[in-house]
């Protein structure tokens, strides 16, 4: 089975299953106050506007909906754990990507923030799964299924889908609520790590939730 997103073909054969509420969680990548600084919208307007007219949107309802269906909901934002950021990878430091301890930049963006005593994990890499403790969380909530959705598609999406891949993990991508600096970028990295990971619509995955 296949599915047409954004223009790219999407492949996942043999992917196909329901997701059983009780064991699929919501991953929700640096969808943080960062990612809205001028700047960065202004250097990047298709980004700009995937945000405020596709990926945001589409997060809020997979947010809302799966929340009504008992979906675990879990962030991650980059922030270091100290003020200088001495602690982060290699790669930051040598990228200059550095949201301080405490910073409002690390703040998840209001508009699908957090809620109750949902999780927020800080991190200080790309991927997800090597600067958190996320893998222990997620086997300690018995979960099996992780949809992921946030901000960037080939960057920080495309890491944690390839690693929660192997390390065992069922992973579904929400292409509409995920977005990249150029829609080109966004469609190349769904298309090509749609070999570990379902692609779909928030739409569809949603259908595919069922309550437990």
């Known amino acids: 089975m296949s599915t047409n997103i954004g223009g790219t073909l999407a492949r996942y054969e043999g992917r196909d299953r329901n997701l059983d509420s009780r064991k699929t969680a919501i991953l929700v990548v640096d969808a943080q106050n960062a990612e809205l600084q001028p700047e960065i919208l202004q250097q990047h307007p298709e980004f700009a506007e995937a945000l405020k007219n596709r990926a945001l949107p ?21 922030e270091s754990l100290t003020q ?18 405490g910073s409002p930049l ?7 923030a957090p809620m109750g005593d949902e999780i927020v994990l800080p991190k200080t890499s790309s991927g997800v799964f090597n600067s958190t403790n996320i893998d222990y969380v997620l086997r300690n909530l018995g979960i099996e299924n992780v949809i ?22 069922y992973m579904v991508c929400a292409a509409d ?36």
Do not use: W
């Open 58 to 78: 589409a997060m809020r309802r997979l947010l809302d909906t799966a929340r009504e269906r008992g979906v675990e909901v879990i962030y991650t934002v980059i």
């Open 84 to 101: 200088d950021g001495r602690d982060r990878s290699l790669d930051h430091k040598l990228s200059n990507i550095h949201v301080p301890k």
């Open 106 to 112: 690390a703040k998840v963006i209001d508009d699908v």
């Open 148 to 169: 992921i959705t946030g901000f960037v598609t080939d960057q920080c999406i495309d890491m944690a889908i390839r690693d929660g891949a192997d390390r065992g993990y």
């Open 177 to 212: 609520a995920c977005a990249a600096y150029t829609e080109q970028r966004h469609a190349a990295a769904l298309k090509v790590f749609g070999g570990y990971c379902r692609v779909q619509n928030v739409d569809e995955i949603l259908a595919t939730i069922i309550a437990g």
